[in-house]
């Protein structure tokens, strides 16, 4: 079993989010909790990928085509700790 910890500011988040969006991440969460994160590989709708640049080390998935669950898994079968849910930002910078 995985152990699933959210960082603090991610409550005031929930309020702001849609009602599918939180189904979403809360089905995430039942995938990570029993498989970790390489259960979430296998089903493809939440295309769950590494990150690169600032965020190398981290992975996301998707929880819509707008919102994103970015996250970090330390150890084998230990912990995800999840640090940001938020709308993708597309602009070009």
């Known amino acids: 079993m995985w152990e699933i910890y ?8 929930f309020a702001r989010l849609p009602d ?3 189904k979403r991440y ?3 969460k039942d995938i990570v909790r029993i ?3 390489a ?10 990928e590494a990150l690169r640049g600032k965020w190398r080390g981290y992975r996301s998935s998707r929880l819509g085509i707008q919102y994103r669950v970015i996250y970090i ?8 700790y999840v640090v940001e849910l938020n709308a993708h930002d597309y602009r070009k910078k």
């Open 20 to 22: 599918d969006v939180l």
């Open 73 to 80: 898994a330390e150890g084998q079968e230990v912990a995800v």
């Open 39 to 48: 259960g979430l590989r296998l089903i493809k709708g939440f295309h769950d």
């Open 6 to 13: 959210e960082h603090r500011k991610l409550s005031r988040r």
């Open 35 to 37: 498989s970790g994160p």
């Open 26 to 28: 809360e089905k995430w």
